[in-house]
């Protein structure tokens, strides 16, 4: 009796995860079932596998797959497959790659927004609203101004996990792991050349932050690249918890972060929405330290920054969220106010 091919168990398991995927896109209760009930367990344990191990696995898995998709053509050539084999084995290879980017994450693009899965209600733009949030965020934010020392990376990392802890489940985030730790990067000028300061690595439920970032934008990335890590893919829903939970450290100079860390959002939302005198007023309304602290900012990292590299890279992170239901694109960064405003007090509300 001739044996069933064992490539066509593999094809009809690839075949069912795609349409698994698939499925969770255009039902957004499957990706919440995921987000909720799969994706905790296993980014735990994706987690755990690589805790150990110093450095970001992410990139070396990327690093690898590159040279085997470069790889495999030679391969085939030398060993007489077939040009049918070598399309063959490098269509299952991306298949892979695509499977295992979206089960070990990316399906948390596909859940349901924050707004109806934490059954909190949107609230459409008024003037008297924004304007009020301005003068409350300013006010707290200059009151936060402070040149206080910071605690430590491990300091810092422990108390985020703490608060994280005390979110409800309503908001549908994974439980915090105390072997998640951030991971450091191999090619950080590469990182740095394109402006990013982190990111969330898919394969192996990976934080990573960027080596070069200054202490004052520390815990607000950490925070909002491990909120990812936690089943969050809104770009603006991550800034929205790396806020909260910020602001609410008790270190003055973690508090600061939180509130510095909006500001960029805060004024670019500002900016398109208020006169031009009004803007200014705004402007004049903030600390003058504050101001040249964030010009500061703006200028280290643009001194790393690659123009080149980085419009390809804001080019090619432009099409990756609006393909992945965030049709605002890199815009979606700014839309945290509306979910603060959404919860002025805070996420026990």
């Known amino acids: 009796m001739k044996s069933f091919p064992l490539r066509y168990v593999r094809w009809t398991a690839e075949a069912l995860g795609v349409c698994f995927i698939f499925l969770c896109r255009l039902l957004p209760d499957w990706g919440e079932m995921y987000a909720r009930h799969f994706y905790p367990a296993l980014s735990a ?8 191990i110093p450095f970001s696995m992410e990139e070396w898995f990327f690093v690898a797959a590159c040279v085997l998709l470069a790889g495999l053509p030679l391969w085939g050539w030398k060993k007489k497959k077939g040009w049918k084999w070598t399309l063959r084995a490098e269509a299952e290879l991306l298949v892979g790659v695509y499977l295992w980017f979206y089960v070990g994450w990316g399906i948390n693009y596909f859940r ?5 899965r934490s059954s909190v209600e949107y609230v459409a733009y008024q003037d008297s609203t924004f304007q009020h949030f301005l003068a409350d965020y300013t006010r707290r934010l200059n009151q936060a101004y402070t ?6 990376h491990e300091i810092i990392e422990k108390e985020v996990k703490q608060l994280f802890a005390q979110v409800p489940s309503r908001f549908g985030l994974s439980s915090p792991r105390s072997y998640q730790h951030p991971k450091q990067v191999m090619f950080n000028a590469l990182y740095s050349g394109v402006g990013v300061l982190g990111y969330m690595g898919p394969f192996f439920a990976e934080s990573q932050l960027n080596r070069e970032l200054p202490p004052l934008q520390w815990p607000f990335t950490y925070a909002h690249e491990y909120s990812h890590l936690l089943g969050i893919s809104s770009e603006a829903e991550a800034n929205f918890w790396a806020y909260q939970i910020c602001i609410r450290s008790v270190s003055p100079a973690v508090r600061y972060s939180g509130y510095f860390g909006l500001l960029p959002y805060v004024l670019s939302n500002a900016a398109t929405l208020l006169e031009e005198e009004d803007y200014r007023q705004l402007l004049a309304s903030i600390r003058p330290e504050i101001l040249q602290t964030l010009r500061e900012k703006q200028a280290y990292w643009q001194a790393r920054y690659n123009p080149w590299v980085g419009r390809v890279q804001e080019l090619m992170y432009e099409y990756y969220l609006k393909g992945n239901q965030i049709p605002s694109g890199q815009k979606n960064y700014a839309e945290v106010v509306a979910m603060i405003l959404a919860l002025p007090g805070g996420w026990w509300k």
């Open 112 to 116: 349901k927004d924050f707004f109806t």
């Open 147 to 152: 040149q206080s020392p910071f605690p430590s």
């Open 45 to 52: 344990l994706l987690s755990a596998l690589v805790s150990w």
